[in-house]
């Protein structure tokens, strides 16, 4: 069941890519827009919009311009979209990897 399971996540996954490419070019692009916003190098910039992205949010380094403050709400809803297609995909899978397992062989 295991291996269906992970074989539906790859495939879904798969045929989703381009979301997933876009979402990521969006946090990456928000994490560009902080660097030069808020005067911060780029890698802690990526790190910020990850954490960010990710609704985790450690609070190590915070926007202090008005511009960098509605680029991170961006990056939150960025995230949560991005979290949420994850999640649907995986509910899929596992459904999926059920009903093939429930079928009579």
Same mark, same amino acid.
């Given at each position: 069941?295991?291996?269906?399971?992970?074989?539906?996540?790859? /495939?879904? $996954?798969?045929?989703?890519?381009?979301?997933?490419?876009?979402?990521?070019?969006?946090?990456?692009?928000?994490?560009?827009?902080?660097?030069?916003?808020?005067?911060?190098?780029?890698? /802690?910039?990526?790190?910020?919009?990850?954490?960010?992205?990710?609704?985790?949010?450690?609070?190590d380094? *915070?926007?202090?311009?008005?511009?960098g403050?509605v680029? $991170?709400?961006?990056?939150?809803?960025?995230?949560?979209?991005?979290?949420?297609?994850? *999640?649907?995909?995986?509910?899929?899978?596992?459904?999926?990897?059920? /009903? /093939? $397992?429930?079928?009579?062989?």
């Open positions: 069941m295991l291996v269906r399971f992970l074989g539906h996540v790859f /495939e879904m $996954s798969w045929h989703l890519r381009a979301i997933y490419l876009a979402l990521l070019a969006l946090i990456l692009v928000g994490a560009a827009v902080i660097a030069g916003v808020e005067n911060i190098p780029i890698e /802690e910039a990526v790190y910020f919009s990850f954490i960010t992205g990710l609704t985790i949010g450690y609070g380094i *915070v926007p202090n311009t008005t511009v403050r680029v $991170s709400v961006a990056l939150g809803f960025v995230g949560i979209l991005f979290t949420g297609l994850v *999640v649907a995909v995986i509910v899929r899978a596992v459904r999926e990897a059920w /009903e /093939e $397992s429930q079928k009579p062989d």
